[in-house]
């Protein structure tokens, strides 16, 4: 969720929304004030229920915020460092860094959101049930029937789905295995993936398009979600005992902040040639100088801009200590544009650089073979 924008923190936990997530929220306004509302109180008028679609829709993306705030927190409870909470296109997500060290951690934090959405269902029905006014009971009324619904479909045994998720802590749980465990959980949401998409394409072609189309949809999210999960288990498998120390780029060539981009060119690009230099000051990283950020500037301004001026700050790149776990590193690695990190030893001094790359060539080398070399 690179693109989204954070709008705050809640307990120090980033929350952002990504653009889809505003098409989304418009989409539901409009179904809700042009369709739901007039059939269920016709009695009130436009104007109250596009009130009502308004706070109806706010509280539902506020149900879903509470929900990854169910696993963020648990997660947090588990030592697991949390990335932060993202509202999008398929309702929020809660990233996480690192990997769950038990089966029984991971099911703790698979089943906080659903509890959460279980209470908030039982609340807004409760609501619905005490006889407010009857634009308050509409709105009630839909949340929680939408949160219990919400519920049941996302406690389906498919990962990324909660269900899904709680499927793996049990296989994981009851055979130790978690690479075989992983696999046989994404075969299972492979298979619902399909299942949607089937059912999507019947409900189309019997004529409820705008459904069967976003039901297809979900079921390749699904399908695709579930892929990568199976690609995170071969990783975890391949990286497993490795350190960031075993795969990292040794005495990477680095530059001087106050060279300038024609001094680059001349004294390291042309003996040296990478697609990135790390940036460091007496033995201590500042950024990273990506090649294109140099073919970016004209040319006749290169022997006037420094490095500083174009570098990648060192907020802006990932940093991994030498002694770091490998798997960890891959799964930052990979959810960042630039697909490099700086490594560093005890002293915060560099001493090496970890891409991408490095470890798409550990995943390569059967794990058996690396561990007797």
Not at 90 to 112: D, H, I, Q, Y
Not at 225 to 242: C, I, K, Q, V
Not at 255 to 277: E, I, N, S
Request: hydrophobic share 50%; charged share 20%.
């Amino acid at each position: 969720m690179g693109s989204s924008l954070e709008v705050g923190r809640i307990a120090g936990i980033r929350i952002g929304i990504h653009w889809s997530w505003l098409a989304v929220f418009a989409l539901f306004v409009w179904t809700l004030s042009a369709n739901v509302f007039p059939s269920t109180n016709p009695d009130l008028g436009g104007g109250t229920h596009f009130v009502m679609a308004l706070v109806a829709a706010a509280l539902f993306f506020g149900s879903v915020l509470l929900h990854e705030l169910g696993h963020a927190l648990q997660a947090r409870r588990e030592r697991i460092e949390i990335e932060g909470i993202t509202l999008w296109l398929f309702g929020g997500v809660a990233t996480l860094k690192g990997s769950f060290r038990t089966a029984g951690a991971e099911f703790r934090v698979a089943v906080a959101g659903p509890i959460v959405s279980l209470l908030l269902g039982i609340a807004f029905v409760a609501i619905a049930l005490v006889d407010p006014p009857e634009a308050v009971e509409g709105v009630a009324a839909w949340l929680g029937y939408v949160n219990l619904a919400l519920l049941v479909f996302n406690l389906a045994p498919a990962v990324p789905l909660d269900g899904g998720r709680i499927l793996h802590a049990a296989l994981w749980q009851r055979s130790g295995d978690f690479a075989r465990s992983t696999e046989t959980a994404a075969m299972v949401g492979r298979g619902f993936g399909y299942l949607l998409i089937a059912g999507g394409a019947a409900i189309a072609l019997a004529g409820n398009a705008f459904s069967g189309v976003w039901l297809a949809f979900l079921g390749w999210f699904l399908l695709s979600a579930a892929g990568a999960e199976g690609r995170y288990a071969t990783a975890r498998h391949a990286l497993e005992g490795l350190l960031v120390r075993d795969l990292m780029a040794r005495d990477p060539v680095s530059v001087h902040p106050d060279l300038t981009l024609g001094q680059v060119l001349d004294d390291v690009v042309w003996r040296r040639r990478f697609t990135t230099y790390p940036v460091a000051e007496d033995g201590v990283p500042l950024g990273l100088l990506p090649f294109r950020r140099i073919a970016e500037v004209p040319r006749d301004q290169w022997d006037g801009r420094r490095v500083r001026e174009c570098m990648l700050g060192i907020d802006d790149v990932p940093v991994y200590a030498e002694d770091g776990d490998a798997l960890e590193a891959f799964s930052g690695l990979t959810q960042t544009p630039i697909g490099r990190g700086l490594v560093v030893d005890g002293e915060g001094r560099l001493v090496g650089l970890l891409s991408v790359t490095d470890l798409a060539r550990a995943l390569e080398v059967p794990p058996r073979r690396r561990r007797a070399s």
